[in-house]
Nanobody
Framework: QVQLVESGGGLVQAGGSLRLSCAAS????????MNWYRQAPGKQRELVAA???????NYVDSVKGRFTISRDNAKNTVYLQMNSLKPEDTAVYYC???????????????WGQGAQVTVSS
């Protein structure tokens, strides 16, 4: 059974920083992708940061230059460093990963439990 466990959310003042972590555990033979999404109240979930197939990174325009996604493959962990936070960054942040547990089975999409990030003005 694969699990994604997030940590690092919280309350911060505008201009502050937070770092989110997401660790994948369980039977894992391959992680194809690890990404970060967020969902603000009354809005649809949006992709915030992602690694491309080639290993480069993509960000939604609103966070470019402020957020950085990184990963530690040895720990099956992805991070989201969030700097210069704004009130409009307030949302629940979700880790997403596409993981294969066996070479004889297809890969599946997994989600973390969500981490609340609240930025006060």
């Amino acid at each position: 059974q694969v699990q994604l466990v997030e940590s690092g959310g919280g309350l911060v003042q505008a201009g502050g920083s937070l770092r989110l972590s997401c660790a994948a555990s369980g039977t894992i033979v391959w992680i194809n992708a690890m990404n970060w999404y967020r969902q603000a109240p009354g809005k649809q979930r949006e992709l915030v940061a992602a690694f491309t197939v080639g290993g480069s990174t993509n960000y939604v325009d609103s966070v470019k230059g402020r957020f950085t996604i990184s990963r530690d493959n040895a720990k099956n962990t992805v991070y989201l460093q969030m700097n210069s936070l704004k009130p409009e960054d307030t949302a629940v942040y979700y880790c997403n990963a596409v993981i294969r547990s066996s070479w004889s089975r297809p890969e599946f999409d997994y989600w973390g439990q969500g981490a609340q990030v609240t930025v006060s003005s």
